[in-house]
């Protein structure tokens, strides 16, 4: 049995893969111990014990648990709000290796899905009561397993690059190339292959950038990184498209798959990302690690 789960209380159960989703939402409450996550003590105040829900309800392996009782349902946060225009979907699947997705609001009163929670139909009608959704748009081939079920439910159009077309070759739209393009209304498709031969990332609104694994924010250097050992396609490639695109990119709202989130003045954000595309030039490929993953 667990160690933790002996003691009583909260507790994360050996199915842990390290996928860092449960310690974005329950900073100092839920902790990394020798690669993979740990409670680091119990909640004290209805605030805490909410966090607690929300890391358990977007775990992917669901595996924090409690060891007297189950989650409360009405403490699923999900959709959470982020911001008046993006909330975060929570209930993260395994077969996206538990990377986040996110809803992003048009002044339509429309939405976007940019990557895809784990399949339930039950969900799927939870984020349409919030508007109608038109698009459901992949970063790249590892989040693209539920896409076709989540755009045939909503009736929405499911987007994919080229480059990774083969894991999902029945998707409506089909981007190409390198050079970005305006799929909606301040909508911008940035095509970034590295992390994968299709990898993308979408801008909306010179506010919001969903990065999907090109990219994320990293707690423990404190910096925008890329995933420098869990890469794919191409290191170097990767390297080549941020010294392509960095300066064209304009956000406020760094908005991962996987990794954490933040927000900063665009100026920093611009100056980061400068940063990073020279940081990223003396870059060179290694074997998959995850283990040297830098959350």
């Known amino acids: 049995m667990n160690e933790q789960?002996?003691?009583?209380?909260?507790?994360?159960?050996?199915?842990?893969?390290?996928?860092?989703?449960?310690?974005?939402?329950?900073?100092?409450?839920?902790?990394?111990?020798?690669?993979?996550?740990?409670?680091?003590?119990?909640?004290?105040?209805?605030?805490?014990?909410?966090?607690?829900?929300?890391?358990?309800?977007?775990?992917p392996t669901r595996s924090i648990r409690h060891s007297a009782h189950g989650l409360d349902p009405e403490l699923d946060p999900f959709p959470l709000a982020l911001t008046d225009?993006?909330?975060?979907?929570?209930?993260?699947?395994?077969?996206?290796?538990?990377?986040?997705?996110?809803?992003?609001?048009?002044?339509?009163?429309?939405?976007?899905?940019?990557?895809?929670?784990?399949?339930?139909?039950?969900?799927?009608?939870?984020?349409?009561?919030?508007?109608?959704i038109t698009d459901v748009l992949l970063t790249h081939r590892d989040h693209a397993?539920?896409?076709?079920?989540?755009?045939?439910?909503?009736?929405?159009?499911?987007?994919?690059?080229?480059?990774?077309?083969d894991?999902?070759?029945?998707?409506?739209?089909?981007?190409?190339g390198t050079d970005p393009v305006e799929i909606a209304e301040s909508v911008i498709a940035h095509p970034l292959p590295g992390h994968t031969l299709g990898s993308v990332l979408y801008v909306a609104d010179e506010r919001y950038c969903f990065s999907g694994d090109s990219f994320y924010w990293s707690r423990g250097l404190a910096d925008i990184e890329v995933a420098e050992s869990v890469?794919?396609?191409?290191?170097?490639e990767l390297a080549a498209s941020l010294a392509r695109t960095a300066d064209q990119l304009r956000f406020e709202w760094l908005l991962p798959g996987h990794g954490d989130r933040k927000h900063l003045p665009a100026d920093e954000m611009?100056?980061?990302?400068?940063?990073?595309?020279?940081?990223?030039?003396?870059?060179?490929?290694?074997?998959?690690?995850?283990?040297?993953?830098?959350w």
Do not use: K
């Open 145 to 165: 397993a539920h896409g076709r079920r989540y755009a045939d439910q909503f009736g929405a159009r499911l987007w994919i690059h080229e480059g990774d077309l």
């Open 231 to 236: 890469t794919w396609y191409s290191i170097e």
């Open 5 to 59: 789960a002996a003691e009583g209380g909260w507790y994360v159960d050996d199915r842990c893969t390290n996928c860092d989703v449960a310690r974005q939402l329950a900073p100092g409450l839920i902790g990394e111990v020798d690669g993979r996550s740990e409670v680091l003590r119990e909640p004290r105040n209805a605030d805490e014990l909410g966090q607690l829900h929300a890391a358990a309800h977007a775990c």
């Open 85 to 132: 225009d993006v909330r975060l979907c929570g209930h993260n699947s395994t077969h996206l290796a538990g990377a986040n997705s996110y809803l992003l609001r048009r002044p339509s009163g429309t939405q976007m899905m940019i990557d895809t929670p784990r399949w339930s139909a039950t969900l799927a009608e939870r984020y349409q009561a919030l508007g109608p």
């Open 167 to 176: 894991a999902a070759p029945d998707a409506d739209r089909i981007l190409r």
């Open 270 to 294: 611009a100056q980061r990302m400068r940063q990073l595309t020279e940081r990223s030039a003396g870059f060179r490929q290694q074997p998959i690690n995850f283990g040297a993953l830098r």
